[in-house]
């Protein structure tokens, strides 16, 4: 089965910065897309960033320039280097996987809609002021 666990949330100060992880395992696909998404309290679920087994990548306006994405294929392993922390990022983040046998990997229309199958349990990322 397939399954993603995420780590390396918690609470960082305003302006500073945190890396999370997120670990795939149980499939043997070569292909695929993975991303971030996030959901603060009373909000929806938003979409932050995506990149393929090909490592390229997308972001949402917002975060391009202070989060970037990451994967080590050979291990299966997600990043979000997360800078200059705001408290409005303060959220539960949460990794998705999503295979495709075909290019484009990643379908940002796919992506921002939310319809991902496999989701990580989700690791909680608190800014403080």
């Known amino acids: 089965d397939v399954r993603l666990v995420e780590s390396g949330g918690g609470s960082v100060p305003a302006g500073g910065s945190l890396n999370i992880s997120c670990a795939a395992s149980?499939?043997?696909?070569?292909?695929?897309?993975m991303g971030w998404f996030r959901q603060a309290p009373g909000e929806e679920r938003e979409v932050i960033a995506h990149?393929?087994?090909?490592?390229?990548?997308e972001y949402t306006d917002s975060e391009k320039g202070r989060f970037t994405i990451s994967l080590d294929n050979a291990k299966k392993t997600l990043h979000l280097q997360m800078n200059n922390v705001k408290p409005e990022d303060t959220a539960m983040y949460y990794c998705?996987?999503?295979?495709?046998?075909?290019?484009?990997?990643?379908?940002?229309?796919?992506?921002?809609?939310?319809?991902?199958?496999?989701w990580g349990q989700g690791t909680q990322v608190t800014v403080s002021t």
């Open positions: 998705a996987i999503d295979f495709r046998s075909e290019p484009p990997y990643c379908r940002s229309n796919f992506w921002r809609s939310g319809r991902i199958i496999y």
């Open positions: 990149i393929d087994s090909e490592s390229s990548s």
């Open positions: 149980g499939f043997t696909f070569k292909t695929y897309c």
